[in-house]
């Protein structure tokens, strides 16, 4: 694993470049769909927002993807790294990402940070998942259980965030 | 790319003069203090010079100073040493629940052993109430043990009040003062302490040597056995050139101290007014009993981790009470402690000064600050206001 020189040694060049500039930042108005989960643990909290099209197939793919997220550089590097791996993927492809493909293209991960990874990729499946439903399209059942999961999951997080003061 | 040290709570640089003092004891005074030839005398004779200029800036006897190899070492040999030379008295241990770990974790495994211990809590600026010590004082209380000045936010905990109570109890008062000798004054027989934990690399000498300050008359057990160095308290080969910087650096803190926490002080309070300029910024621990060189932050809807290695990536080092840069995952329990939320004491930053910051390392940090701030919070979901 290349290291960088700083305080951030712990973390790949790839990690840090990301984390200098992430791409994608920011919301989409009138998101097809958006995916939100949390990882309690960590406190890390990670929003994807997807805008789906219909390619020359005919074929659902994802033409446009953002993110917003609340975290440490692991997960904003993650955050960033997921919606390049996304864009412009049907959606069956989006679906075949995994936490190892975010990982290995951000050249490695501290394995302590390896649940950022798992959190891109729940926000991902999240945010398809809710697309899917809104359009009451027919959910694989992969993408159900993830969901159950991840529902699970938000329900902890967002009893804790409820006294928020804002 | 200018580098920028403002992490001086986790540890200092080696002051050139200390540097200085110790370069012969390595490798032309390298005697052994046990041996009993000219080598071993010159090493002993440069010991007990150490000893008597430590203890001279607490207003100790010499014979009252152990010298260990760590802050973690003291105060394990505080607590253990403590509990185990006393417990025919009793098995009632009080800490804070913002001490150093090495406190709690010694805490937890006297606990395995049988001992019952109390963790008071704190209010919001992280100090602790003497009157609260008072009532926690139980028939079989043996130790209290509080921290002096906080690592993390900086509270200055009243422990001349603590120590006179415990002393009308009759209960043995330590207290770690890692992070406030040589920053602020202390003074043991006023301040009513029993036992001491100080640090030499927190205030410009090197790694690998600290004290326990121990009373006389007062009981403690040893957690090294071996050749019976340090009056039998600390078996070990003595370290002596980082005794001897130790030594150095208690002597300059003599006589630069009171000077140098003016200065730091100054600085501190227009880092914190500035800091506070900042939307959604919040300052931890006490307002103005604070270590002069402490000040520690939270900043709404952004992680601490991602604002270090920002700050980092700018050139400054400062560090944070987040979980992300812990290995734990959890945050600050000393943060937590003060009744903040986890989320805020994910966005924790600690800016910790000293001898080489300049009014200038201030300026830069309170110029980048804002604009790192803001995109992490242009990137975060809770940040659109």
């Not at chain 1, 951030?8 to 920011?26: C, D, L, Q, R």
């Not at chain 1, 993408?143 to 902890?156: C, F, S, V």
Request: charged share 25%; proline share 3%.
């Amino acid at each position: 694993m290349e290291k960088n020189n700083t305080c951030a040694g712990i973390y790949t060049k790839k990690v840090i470049e990301t984390f200098k500039n992430p791409h994608n930042y920011g919301k989409i108005k009138n998101a097809d769909g958006i995916g939100k989960v949390g990882n309690i643990v960590c406190g890390d909290v990670m929003w994807l927002y997807i805008k789906v099209a219909k390619n020359k197939k005919k074929e659902d793919f994802i033409k446009d993807v953002k993110f917003e997220t609340f975290g440490c550089v692991a997960a904003i590097s993650t955050s960033s790294m997921i919606t390049d791996l996304v864009k412009g993927k049907t959606i069956k492809e989006a679906l075949k990402i995994t936490k190892d493909n975010i990982v290995e293209s951000l050249g490695g991960l501290p394995k302590i940070k390896y649940h950022c990874s798992v959190l891109a990729i729940d926000a991902l499946a999240e945010a398809i998942f809710d697309y899917l439903k809104k359009n009451k399209m027919p959910i694989p059942k992969e993408l159900e259980d993830r969901h159950k999961k991840a529902k699970r999951e938000r329900g902890i997080l967002e009893k804790r965030y409820k006294n928020r003061a804002e | 790319m200018k580098k920028i040290y403002l992490d001086y709570a986790a540890t200092t640089p080696v002051d050139p003069l200390v540097a200085k003092a110790m370069a012969s004891y390595f490798s032309e005074k390298f005697g052994n203090t046990m041996s009993l030839h000219s080598f071993g005398q010159e090493a002993k004779m440069a010991l007990e010079e150490s000893r008597e200029i430590v203890a001279d800036l607490i207003f100790a006897k010499p014979s009252e100073i152990t010298f260990t190899s760590s802050a973690t070492e003291s105060n394990n040999l505080a607590l253990k040493g403590v509990a185990m030379a006393n417990k025919h008295l009793g098995k009632h241990i009080i800490i804070s629940a913002i001490e150093h770990p090495c406190v709690l974790e010694s805490a937890n495994w006297l606990k395995k052993q049988g001992f019952d211990v109390t963790k008071i809590g704190v209010d919001k600026y992280g100090m602790v109430s003497p009157e609260n010590i008072k009532k926690t004082i139980k028939e079989d209380t043996i130790l209290v043990s509080i921290i002096h000045g906080s690592n993390e936010i900086g509270t200055i905990e009243p422990i001349a009040e603590i120590g006179k109570i415990c002393r009308e109890k009759g209960v043995l008062f330590h207290t770690d003062a890692s992070q406030s000798l040589g920053k602020i004054p202390i003074d043991v027989n006023k301040m009513n302490i029993d036992l001491l934990t100080a640090s030499s690399h927190k205030m410009y000498g090197p790694k690998g040597a600290a004290l326990l300050f121990v009373k006389e008359g007062v009981k403690i057990e040893p957690i090294l056995h071996g050749g019976g160095q340090e009056n039998g308290l600390r078996s070990s080969t003595v370290n002596i050139p980082a005794i001897v910087g130790f030594a150095k650096a208690c002597e300059i803190a003599k006589k630069e101290m009171s000077g140098e926490a003016k200065r730091l002080a100054k600085l501190r309070d227009k880092l914190i007014k500035g800091v506070l300029k900042i939307q959604g910024a919040h300052l931890n621990g006490h307002p103005k009993i604070r270590l002069p060189n402490n000040a520690n932050f939270s900043f709404d809807f952004i992680e601490g981790e991602s604002l270090i290695i920002q700050l980092d990536l700018h050139g400054v080092a400062c560090s944070t009470g987040s979980a992300c840069s812990s290995a734990k995952l959890e945050p600050s329990h000393v943060l937590l402690a003060t009744g903040m939320k986890h989320e805020q004491a994910h966005g924790s930053l600690r800016v910790s000064l000293g001898k080489w910051t300049k009014e200038s390392d201030i300026n830069y940090l309170l110029k980048i600050l804002p604009k790192i701030i803001k995109q992490l919070r242009k990137i975060s979901p809770y940040g659109k206001k």
